[in-house]
């Protein structure tokens, strides 16, 4: 506790010994160093939050426009009349026959859920055709047992959609979806 008088004491001997003009260079040089502290701690990070807000609040418009859409699109689904089971079979059949091409196989698994066979399906093709089912047929992904496939170029349905640019290797999947079919009422 005798440190601190100690020290002050010492600071204010060594002030007394300095010559008017050293004093007056020690006061501006610490002013410069609070105002340069008061920069980097206090302004700096508040100008920047403030310039970065616009972009965050745009961003999160996006963002919230995006999940008004989505909440738009289940409450029609929810308003829409539950298919029976076999419309709900023959729909996925035929999406899968046309969103996923001639190789996919689509069998039952029991209950109320349908088996889909992907051989070298591109992943673009497989989110659409998934949208698709689950918006025609209100069914939805049970399981997933998807593997890579082989890169190669797209082909079959849906190829000419394919967003990526000429020459560039779409990923592809090969295996089985179980989707779950609506309940029966």
């Known amino acids: 506790m005798n ?3 100690a020290s002050k004491a010492r600071l204010q ?8 003009r050293e004093r007056r260079l020690a006061a501006i040089a610490a002013a410069l160093v609070g105002v340069a502290l008061l ?5 700096a990070p508040a100008l920047r939050t403030l310039s970065a807000a616009p972009a965050a609040h745009a961003a999160l418009d996006a963002q919230l426009q995006q999940m ?7 409450r029609a689904l929810q308003g829409q009349p539950r298919p029976s089971r076999e419309d709900a079979l023959r729909g996925i059949e035929s999406a899968a026959h046309q ?5 996919a196989q689509v069998r039952a698994a029991g209950g ?26 209100r069914a939805v992904p049970r ?14 349905p849906g ?3 394919a967003t990526a640019a000429p020459g560039v290797v779409q990923p592809s999947w090969q295996g089985t979806l179980v989707m779950g079919l609506p309940a029966s009422r």
Do not use: C, F, I, Y
């Open 3 to 5: 440190r601190r008088p």
């Open 13 to 20: 001997t060594w002030w007394a010994t300095l010559a008017p």
């Open 39 to 43: 920069w980097w701690v206090a302004l």
């Open 68 to 74: 008004a859409s989505l909440q738009a699109q289940a």
């Open 99 to 103: 969103g996923l091409g001639p190789e």
């Open 112 to 137: 109320d859920a349908v088996a889909v066979g992907l051989r070298s399906v591109p992943a673009a093709q497989l989110a659409e055709w998934l949208s698709q089912a689950r918006a025609n047929a």
């Open 143 to 156: 399981e997933a047992h998807l593997t890579r496939a082989q890169a190669s170029a797209p082909s079959g």
């Open 159 to 161: 190829a000419a959609n």
